[in-house]
């Protein structure tokens, strides 16, 4: 007689990761980290723009050939963008989702209201939508050219004062880096947390840390179109 055999089909650690709570919040908070990771650099890289067309040019160039003779001309800045679209995708699906079971958890109002949440708690939503619409506007604007009517291939600096040289552009970027830095603000206190780098004698330190940061990464965005509007650069 023979015995009948059974196939337990176990999900894998992966799958076990991304279904649960705790897995998407980690998986939130390592892109979130990446991406502030490139929000750091693409801001020192703007900061060039300072220093004339030849430097912020010669940038721009640079990107596109990081990596030579190692890599082909762009192959690096590819990665770094398909690295970048990952986290990007991953950071809004697990937020989405996480906002859905949290719903469907508490489907009842609360009886008792609960203390006030700061404004860059109450408005990450929000945030994250402004800056994904942000996001696409940006690549069409400055990276296609699509949408940019007097875009010039090959010649950023020049790009860079078109737009700012619209109160649209104006608009669209300073709100868009507003969101970005009450963003950072919660999310990489947050972020902290979800990674277990906090605690009762550390948490004072990363709340002023992501105030710095922040306050820097938004005063660093704001000062191009700034500068650019009060023919700082020109």
């Known amino acids: 007689m023979a015995l009948a055999t059974r196939t337990d089909r176990r999900p894998s650690m992966t799958r076990t990761l991304w279904d649960s709570t705790v897995g998407k919040k980690t998986i ?6 990446i991406m502030l990771g490139y929000l750091v650099a693409h801001m020192v890289g703007n900061l060039k723009i300072f220093f004339g067309p030849g430097e912020f040019d010669g940038y721009a ?3 596109r050939t990081m990596g030579e003779p190692i890599l082909h001309y762009e192959w690096a800045l590819w990665i770094v963008r398909v690295g970048l679209v990952a986290a990007v995708v991953l950071h809004g699906i697990s937020a989405y989702q996480l906002s859905r079971r949290d719903i469907r958890a508490r489907p009842a ?6 203390p006030r949440a700061s404004y860059a708690t109450r ?3 929000w945030g994250g939508i402004i800056l994904a619409l942000f996001i696409v506007w940006h690549i069409l604007d400055l990276t296609t050219g699509t949408v940019h009517t007097s875009f010039e291939a090959g010649h950023p600096y020049q790009n860079v004062i078109d737009t700012f040289s619209t109160w649209y552009g104006n608009v669209i970027y300073i709100v868009a ?3 970005m ?7 990489f206190w947050s972020a902290a947390q979800t990674l277990g780098v906090g605690n009762a004698t550390r948490d004072r330190v990363l709340k002023t840390l992501a105030n710095v940061l922040a306050a820097v990464l938004t ?4 000062s191009v179109p700034v500068a650019v509007m009060t023919g700082v650069v020109s």
């Open 28 to 33: 939130m908070a390592v892109s979130g980290l």
């Open 61 to 63: 160039h640079w990107l």
């Open 109 to 114: 109002k609360y009886v008792h209201k609960r």
């Open 123 to 125: 408005t990450m939503r």
């Open 177 to 179: 880096v507003l969101a």
């Open 181 to 187: 830095g009450l963003h950072v603000q919660h999310g």
């Open 219 to 222: 005063l660093g965005f704001v």
